[in-house]
């Protein structure tokens, strides 16, 4: 796991076993969501989320995502979540999360995010948050 520095994407590793798979023998689709969002916490670090949930009662949502599937990946792989964050407005981020299998791009994925405050109500992403990225 990596972070990102001048824009270098976040690399995550995730190991896939079969338990992730479907009766076709490819990952389930959905399990890249999983995958994603764990790349997004290693990313902007699961103490500070915690922090941010536990202090100042706020929380990130998803509010759109699109996922593109060029080939799938089987039980046994190894595969990178290689990870983009860029802030769309003072609302949202944007999160392109790439699956690659050593050099072969697997899955395209953009993912927006936006913060919620205890009350569900739209809020600013936080300075530390923006700091990470």
């Given amino acids: ?20 798979t479907d009766h076709s023998g490819l990952v389930y689709h959905a399990n890249y969501l999983k995958y994603f969002e764990r790349a997004r916490e ?11 949930l ?14 593109t599937f ?4 089987v039980f046994g792989d190894s595969l990178e979540i290689r ?3 860029r802030r769309e407005s003072e609302f949202r981020l944007v999160f392109n999360q790439d699956v690659y299998r050593g050099d072969k791009l697997l899955v395209q994925g953009l993912v927006q995010m936006v913060c919620i405050d205890r009350d569900k109500k ?3 992403v936080p300075e530390s948050v923006l700091a990470r990225l």
């Fill in 1 to 20: 796991m990596t972070h990102p520095s001048a824009g270098s994407p976040h690399a995550f590793r995730v190991q896939i076993y079969y338990e992730d």
């Fill in 83 to 85: 990870t983009t964050p």
């Fill in 42 to 52: 290693h990313l902007l670090g699961v103490s500070e989320l915690v922090r941010l």
């Fill in 54 to 67: 536990n202090d100042d009662g706020i929380g990130f949502v998803v509010y759109k995502c699109e996922l």
């Fill in 70 to 73: 060029r080939e799938g990946a």
């Fill in 122 to 124: 739209l809020v600013r």
